[in-house]
């Protein structure tokens, strides 16, 4: 299948709504502590400034329930502020009358940043309404934003739907990361190691029954591990599970053990009551979550376990985090293996 990419589209001079993926950590402070995935993105939008165009930026940040400061993006602008050396217009909504003023007043080469996406309720649920007025931002969609593209959101499906294909393609960054995907498995280097994460196995369903037969040892972290925990009988206190997953769950640890694929699921978690940045918080090993607590991020010797599976490893494919990689504190799982 062809994905088209933004260099066959014809953006000069028009309008282009670009879906990147902002979704960074930050402090209790409210600080960017790693901008990686800011900085992937400047490819796509130098090449939308070369061709003088009027740029929308739209991305989500962690898990908001409707509007909080917290999450909000201006953190973001900033940073691209600083990146681009150019202002960033910021938006103080997504949808509303905010938004489209200062896209209505928008001059070619400048850009405008809308609010976290996620301040919508119609977002995670892939509401067309929602989806037909993110399309009004441009007249040419890109995705960008290989992190979400698995999603059923209305920014990242329900909105390709207003657009032909003539107006709608893939950013740098997304054609990037296929690509590789695609020769990784084709012909990966052995041994080679999948580091699976998020939140839900759900939305990596499909993808880790496709790597079983590829690859020699699958890691398992993120609060997906809870729904494999909760398939070998382990109690998780309130930490996330899929109770309509269970059953998928203890299928692939089986089918690992057929294809002779060693799988590892976290010995020991970080623990708390409470989602946020400043609650109290317990390292217990994975038989000692209480009822009531819940698991945001792996433990220490789940660490260094995860790192002796990667020690003699040729090729790693990693996609999601260890923790809620949004909040700092439960970030340093994923940052102590990489």
Not at 104 to 121: A, C, D, T, V
Request: charged share 25%; glycine share 8%; aromatic share 10%.
């Amino acid at each position: 299948m062809h994905i088209k990419s933004i260099k066959e589209l014809n953006i000069s001079n028009s309008t282009v709504f670009i879906r990147c993926d902002f979704n960074v950590p930050m402090d209790e402070f409210g600080n960017i502590t790693d901008d990686r995935r800011i900085r992937s993105s400047l490819q796509t939008i130098r090449y939308c400034l070369d061709n003088d165009c009027k740029i929308v930026l739209a991305s989500h940040l962690g898990r908001p329930n409707g509007y909080d400061e917290r999450f909000s993006l201006k953190a973001v602008a900033k940073r691209l502020h600083s990146l681009l050396k150019q202002d960033i217009i910021m938006a103080n909504d997504v949808v509303g009358e905010d938004a489209k003023k200062k896209f209505n007043s928008l001059k070619n080469g400048e850009i405008l940043l809308l609010e976290n996406l996620r301040f919508e309720k119609g977002e995670t649920k892939n509401d067309t309404k929602l989806a037909k007025e993110l399309s009004q931002f441009g007249k040419f969609f890109i995705n960008d934003a290989f992190g979400v593209s698995h999603r059923a959101h209305a920014s990242v499906e329900a909105i390709t739907h207003f657009y032909d294909d003539d107006h709608k393609g893939a950013g740098f960054l997304l054609l990037k990361e296929i690509q590789f995907f695609y020769h990784l498995l084709k012909r990966p280097t052995r041994p080679f190691v999948a580091v699976i994460g998020g939140s839900k196995v759900s939305s990596k369903l499909k993808a880790l029954i496709n790597l079983l037969p590829k690859v020699d040892k699958m890691i398992i972290g993120g609060g997906m591990a809870f729904t494999f925990l909760k398939s070998l009988g382990e109690e998780v206190g309130n930490s996330i599970i899929e109770d309509n997953l269970i059953d998928d769950a203890l299928n692939i640890i089986n089918e690992a053990k057929r294809l002779g694929v060693k799988l590892y699921l976290p010995v020991d978690f970080v623990i708390s009551q409470t989602f946020s940045e400043d609650t109290p918080i317990k390292y217990v090993t994975f038989k000692e979550i209480p009822k009531g607590w819940m698991g945001l991020d792996i433990g220490p010797a789940t660490v260094r376990l995860f790192r002796e599976a990667l020690m003699d490893t040729q090729t790693i494919l990693w996609n999601g985090p260890m923790g809620v990689y949004e909040m700092d504190k439960f970030a340093r799982g994923s940052f102590q293996i990489s």
